[in-house]
C-alpha cells in the first residue's frame, strides 16, 4: 500500500499543496518550508487515533490563522490522499470506494472500459479525505474523514471513513521524540497500544488497580497530625452545613479513572546499574538515552509490521541522536519493514540511502508548496552517487538557496570572505550560513550551466560565481535565468592578486614565508620584505597556484584586517548578494550596479563600480 497523491489546502502554512510520491520518500528542504505540515495533514486523513484527540483542530491549524471569510462564513481545511497498491484483503474491504488510478499519469481513469483499465500503469486506488472547520454554534472546532468514491459534490453526503478503516490501511506517524517518550505507555495510540489492538488483546485490569489504590491508606497514623487538622476541617464544615455532609475526611492515593491510568501506567527498565545493595536498577523507560528509545522504537515498529503486514512508516528526523551507520540501519530496516515510508530529514547519510527519484524537494512561495522529484545530478554515476550525494549535493538540496563556485577555490573561499566582511561591516554584508546559501563546487566552469539548469529544476534560488568566460559559455550560463557574477579576470588568484590592497598581499606574503609555508621547491622565489609589489604579486601567484584548491587564497582573505583589503569584486557580489537576499541592509553606494535575476547575452556583464 503507497500514498500515490496528497492535497492540502489551508492547512497550516500551506494554502495549497499538491505533492506526488513515488514509493519511499524521503521530504527535503530548508527549515519551514511544510515538511512536518505534509506528515501532519497524511495523520489527519489516516491516523487511526487523530480524530480522538480534541479539539480535532485549533485556530493555528488554519492557514495564516484565519477560518472566517470577510462575510464571517467558516473557511475549510481540506486535504486529499490517493492510495493505491492495495492488498487483495484491502480492495475487499474497501471495494465499494475503489476508483481506477494511472500511475504513470498520476490522474484517476474517470471510465473504465477495457481499453483503459487494462493498461499496466492502471492500478486499484482508494480517495480519502479530511475536512476540518469551525462550528459556529458550537463556537469550537471539528473535523472529520470521508471517502472521496463514490463521487459527491457535497461532503456531507460522502460515507464515512471510520476509526476501523483507517486501521486497515496501517498508516503509523513516529514523531521522534513524542514517539518514543510514549511508545512503551498505554495511551491510547501509543506503539504498545497498536500492538495490543493488533493482537485482539482487551486489557480487564483496570478496575483491579483503581481498587488496589482506593485501598491503600495514607497518613492515617495520629503522630503525623494530618487526621487531626481534617477533623477539625469537618468541624468548622459541620458548623455551616448538615451533620451528613462532608463527613469522614481522608486522603487516597488517587482519584485516578481509566484514562488517568492509560496515562501514568509505564514500563520501568533496568538501566545497567546496581543499588548498594546489589539489586539492579530500574527506571521509566523514557529516562533511557535517546539513542536506547530510538532503537526501542525501531523495535516495536517491527512488531506492529509482522503484525500488520502492509502499512505505511512516516517518520520525522529519524537521525536524532542516532550515529551515522544506526541512522543506516534504522532506514534499512524501516524501508524493509513497510510497504511505504516516508521521512523528513537533515542528514546525508539518510539522503544518501535513497536513489534520486525517492527525494522529493519541498519548496514553498506565498503559501503555495511544490514538490521537486530529484534526479541523477550532472556527470554523476550510479556507482558513485552515495559519495557524491554526501560529499557535495546534499547541502544543496537541504538548502532554498545555492551559490555554486566554479572550483574547490572558490569554494573554500567565498565563505570566508562573507564571513569576514560580515565581522568589518555587518550593516552591509551577511554571511551565506546567515542568508540561506549553501556553496556547491562545480568543479569546472563547464559545469556551472548544467548544475544551474539541475538546481533550477528541483526549485532552488540559484547563484553562481565564475571566471571570465567566452561568449559561448557565457551565452550558455545566461540561458538558465540564475543569478551570475562574472569576475573581470581569469582566475581567482589573479583576481586577489589584481584587486586586492598591497598592503594586504606584503602582509600575507611575509606572513607564509617566515613562517615555513612557502614550498622548498619554490624557494627560487620567496618572497623578502625588500621585494617590490610586483615581485610580491609574482612570487604569490606562484604560491597560489602550487596550492590551488588547498585553501590558500581563503587564507589569504582571512588575515584581511579591513573591509578595503578584500578584492572589490567580492566585495561587491557579497553586497548583491545580501540586498537581494535582505534588502533591508544598507547600502553604502546607491549607484553601483547589481546584478539583474535574469540574465540574457546582452547583459552578461562584471559586476563593477
Not at 479 to 493: D, M, R, V, W
Request: hydrophobic share 35%.
Amino acid at each position: 500500500m503507497d500514498i500515490a497523491r496528497l492535497k492540502i489546502e489551508n492547512f497550516r502554512g500551506v494554502k495549497n499543496g499538491e505533492l506526488l510520491f513515488n514509493g519511499h520518500t524521503v521530504l527535503v528542504g530548508d527549515n519551514n518550508v511544510g515538511k512536518s505540515t505534509v506528515l501532519e495533514a497524511i495523520d489527519l486523513v489516516l491516523g487511526p487515533e487523530r480524530l480522538a484527540r480534541r479539539p480535532v483542530i485549533d485556530e493555528h491549524d488554519f492557514f495564516a490563522g484565519e477560518y472566517l471569510d470577510s462575510d464571517k462564513n467558516p473557511i475549510k481545511i481540506r486535504i486529499e490522499v490517493v492510495i493505491i497498491r492495495l492488498s487483495e484483503e484491502q480492495e475487499r474491504h474497501f471495494k465499494d470506494h475503489l476508483m481506477f488510478w494511472d500511475v504513470e499519469t498520476h490522474e484517476f481513469v474517470d471510465s473504465p472500459p477495457p481499453e483503459q483499465t487494462n493498461k499496466k500503469s492502471v492500478v486499484a486506488a482508494l480517495p480519502v479525505g479530511f475536512e476540518g472547520f469551525y462550528d459556529p454554534e458550537e463556537d469550537d472546532f471539528d473535523g472529520k474523514t470521508f471517502f472521496l468514491s463514490p463521487a459527491s459534490l457535497d461532503s456531507e453526503e460522502f460515507a464515512v471513513f471510520r476509526t476501523r478503516d483507517k486501521r486497515e490501511c496501517g498508516f503509523l506517524i513516529l514523531r521522534t521524540l513524542r514517539t518514543g517518550s510514549r511508545a512503551l505507555s498505554l495511551e491510547r495510540g501509543s506503539l504498545l497500544d497498536i500492538i495490543l489492538r493488533l493482537q485482539e488483546k482487551r486489557l480487564h485490569m483496570w478496575e483491579d488497580v483503581l481498587t488496589q489504590l482506593k485501598d491503600v491508606s495514607v497518613a492515617e497514623n495520629p503522630e503525623l497530625g494530618i487526621s487531626d487538622t481534617l477533623h477539625q476541617v469537618q468541624e468548622s464544615l459541620r458548623s455551616l452545613v448538615p451533620n451528613e455532609w462532608g463527613g469522614n475526611p481522608h486522603i487516597k492515593v488517587s482519584d485516578l479513572t481509566r484514562e488517568h491510568l492509560r496515562r501514568t501506567l509505564t514500563v520501568f527498565m533496568d538501566t545497567g546499574i546496581s543499588t548498594n545493595s546489589g539489586q539492579p536498577y530500574s527506571a521509566p523507560f523514557q529516562h533511557q538515552g535517546t539513542g536506547t528509545i530510538n532503537t526501542l522504537v525501531l523495535s516495536l515498529l517491527s512488531m506492529i509490521a509482522n503484525l500488520k503486514g502492509n502499512v505505511i512508516f512516516a517518520m520525522e528526523e529519524p537521525e536524532i541522536a542516532l550515529p551515522p551507520h544506526t541512522q543506516k540501519r534504522v532506514i534499512e530496516s524501516i524501508k524493509n519493514l513497510s510497504a511505504q515510508s516516508i521521512f523528513t530529514s537533515h542528514s546525508p547519510y539518510i539522503l544518501e540511502e535513497f536513489s534520486p527519484k525517492n527525494l522529493l524537494v519541498l519548496q514553498r512561495n506565498d503559501g503555495e508548496v511544490t514538490g521537486h522529484p530529484c534526479t541523477l545530478p550532472p556527470n554523476v554515476k550510479p556507482k558513485t552517487y552515495k559519495e557524491e550525494m554526501r560529499r557535495r549535493f546534499c547541502e544543496a538540496l537541504l538548502s532554498n538557496r545555492v551559490l555554486i563556485a566554479e572550483g574547490r577555490t572558490e569554494y573554500d573561499a567565498w565563505p570566508t570572505a562573507s564571513k569576514k566582511l560580515h565581522e568589518f561591516n555587518p550593516e552591509k554584508y551577511k554571511t551565506l550560513s546567515n542568508l540561506g546559501i549553501s556553496v556547491l563546487n562545480a568543479e569546472t566552469d563547464s559545469q556551472v550551466a548544467q548544475l544551474s539548469k539541475f538546481l533550477i529544476g528541483i526549485g532552488k534560488v540559484v547563484f553562481a560565481v565564475f571566471d571570465k568566460q567566452d561568449d559561448e559559455n557565457k551565452g550558455e550560463i545566461a540561458s538558465t535565468g540564475i543569478i551570475a557574477f562574472e569576475s573581470p579576470e581569469k582566475g581567482f588568484e589573479n583576481l586577489i592578486l589584481k584587486q586586492a590592497s598591497e598592503v594586504s598581499l606584503q602582509r600575507f606574503a611575509m606572513c607564509v614565508s617566515q613562517k615555513d609555508m612557502w614550498p622548498n621547491h619554490l624557494k627560487h622565489c620567496c618572497p623578502e620584505k625588500s621585494d617590490s609589489i610586483e615581485t610580491i604579486r609574482k612570487s604569490l601567484l606562484e604560491y597560489f597556484i602550487w596550492g590551488k584548491g588547498s585553501g590558500t587564497a581563503a587564507e589569504f582573505i582571512f588575515q584581511c584586517e579591513n573591509e578595503a583589503e578584500i578584492p572589490e569584486f567580492i566585495r561587491n557580489t557579497l553586497s548583491d548578494i545580501t540586498q537581494k537576499i535582505s534588502p533591508t541592509v544598507i547600502q553604502e553606494d546607491e549607484h553601483r550596479s547589481t546584478a539583474p535575476t535574469e540574465l540574457h547575452d546582452n547583459d552578461f556583464q562584471p559586476f563593477q563600480k
